[in-house]
């Protein structure tokens, strides 16, 4: 439990569909796909999944040269919405500059394009000679935390979680609980990452990524449905921006939602796959954090990549917890999955699900899997009223995180 | 190369490593002020004439003494002579 309540007052996204919520929103109701097929792929022995989402929309010269020249795609990514959210929240530079601002943002690793090129080059004659300066800030963990600070000129607290498609889910609940604790007023928080094949090789060798559909990109992933073959690799970025919700107050700011729950655990069972018990494990931690029931949840994100394991123990999870009732959808299917975007991405649509009374199907679910069909699946776009949801994440290494939002007021 | 070329092809490495435009760069300005650079640049700005001439330069005293485009000129001109005589 939080002992001061936070709030977001700002979000910004970089997706497959574009710079701003508002580009994604309309996609994500219309029922589009962001996945297309990426020809280089086809050029890699060993790769079988010709697909991905990648982001689209995205001038990089936007960002002056002085701050560019240390980012790669990904910080790219995680300026540009980071920079949106501070607009949104009608954040003033003092603010940005006041050291009471920190961030939060992570990725799955530092840039694998940037290492690609470098050992590239370093692998032709074993030489340091032709290394940039700034390669070491395109390669660091906490590449695009750093970024952003520069960027925007940030001088409080910098956290760079990383825990893969959990990352962003995690810079969120510890944004909060740092605002919770009083230690900083507003958090710009969440994750990027970039395209790049090592991603999708690293679920391709695991036969995790779809590989059935590469003929026809916009038909997969397929979450919960019986024909889905793994996951598709995306990339993008989603940045929130939390504050405490005594100083949203003060200053008068439009309070989008309020997080009233944060819960993270391990599942040492298995570093790769998903177990249904841990899932669980962890949205009830996270309910208690928020000190909600489980008949008061109106909607389930689901984390659901379209992997078999995954998918089921998800549904097992939440069919234990929240029996068959509360309805359930995946945005996999319409963003792919965007690693450590991927969190707050979904987060910044359940936000504008919680505003507009609305709910999202599951993209490409036609036929649902059997062992998927103890949950309720949303059919069509909902529109209800909703007011609390909760979000799950989980992520290779064995790491579980979910995140309750709630309406404001 | 003639001098002439050789000034072109600083001028035309240079702008396109740090994003200037080629009719803002004179002999007299300077990289520090006029162009903005800073340490990190200073480093690039000799892996980029190294790649562009084909020499190896970061060991030389004389680099730490540029201030100018056209330092950078005078410097680049003769080493280029030492290697061809060498």
């Known amino acids: 439990m939080l002992l001061k309540r936070v709030v977001i007052t700002g979000m910004g996204v970089v997706s497959p569909f574009g710079r701003g ?87 799955t690793t530092g840039s694998p394009q940037t290492m690609q090129e470098f050992f590239r080059d370093f692998g032709i004659d074993n030489s340091l000679e032709r290394m940039k300066s700034t390669l070491f800030f395109h390669i660091m963990n906490h590449s695009c935390a750093s970024n952003v600070a520069q960027a925007l000129g940030v001088t409080g607290r910098i956290l760079a979680p990383a825990a893969a498609c959990s990352t962003s889910c995690h810079a969120v609940g510890y944004a909060a609980e740092m605002i919770g604790m009083g230690k900083q007023d507003f958090m710009l928080c969440g994750g990027a990452d970039e395209f790049h094949p090592l991603t999708s090789g690293t679920f391709d060798i695991m036969n995790a990524a779809s590989t059935a559909f590469n003929e026809s990109p916009t038909s997969t992933p397929r979450p919960f449905d019986r024909d ?37 655990n391990s599942d040492p069972g298995s570093i790769a796959n998903p177990d249904a018990s841990c899932i669980a494990g962890c949205m009830r931690l996270a309910l208690e954090d928020a000190q909600v029931k489980p008949e008061q949840i109106d909607y389930v994100n689901a984390h659901a990549t379209a992997t078999e394991q995954g ?30 975007a991927s969190g707050t991405l979904e987060l910044a649509a359940c936000i504008e699900m919680l505003r507009q009374g609305i709910l999202i199907p599951t993209l490409n679910l036609e036929h649902i899997d059997p062992l998927c069909s103890n949950v309720q699946h949303v059919h069509g776009v909902t529109r209800r009223t909703v007011a609390t949801v909760i979000k799950n994440n989980f992520a290779l290494g064995g790491v579980n995180s979910s995140i309750i939002l709630r309406r404001y007021p | ?81 030492q290697m061809e005589s060498a």
């Open chain 1, 21 to 107: 919520i508002e580009s994604m929103m309309d996609a994500l109701l219309a029922g589009k796909s962001g996945v297309v097929q990426v020809p280089e792929l086809a050029e890699i022995t060993g790769m079988r999944t010709r697909v991905a989402a990648l982001a689209t929309g995205v001038d990089p010269m936007e960002i002056p040269r002085k701050f560019r020249r240390s980012m790669s795609n990904m910080s790219v990514f995680a300026t540009l919405a980071s920079q949106d959210a501070a607009a949104m929240a009608g954040l003033t530079g003092e603010q940005l500059h006041s050291g009471r601002l920190g961030v939060s943002i992570g990725s």
């Open chain 1, 228 to 264: 889905r073959d793994g996951i598709v690799c995306g990339e993008g970025s989603g940045i929130l921006l939390l504050e405490s919700l005594e100083s949203a107050e003060q200053r008068g700011a439009a309070i989008l939602a309020e997080i009233v729950g944060f819960a993270t």
């Open chain 1, 311 to 340: 998918d089921i123990a998800e549904c097992e999870a939440i069919s234990n917890i929240f029996g068959n009732t509360v309805p359930v959808s995946s945005l996999k299917g319409h963003l792919g999955h965007a690693m450590a």
């Open chain 2, 1 to 81: 190369m003639t001098d002439q070329e050789i000034i072109e092809q600083i001028n035309s490495s240079l702008a396109e490593e740090f994003e200037f435009a080629l009719n803002d760069m004179t002999p007299e300005t300077t990289l520090f002020e006029d162009m903005g650079l800073d340490s990190l640049d200073v480093v690039d700005l000799v892996i980029v004439l190294e790649s562009a001439f084909g020499m190896k330069i970061r060991e030389e005293e004389a680099i730490r003494k540029i201030r100018t485009l056209g330092d950078i000129h005078t410097f680049v001109i003769n080493k280029k002579r």
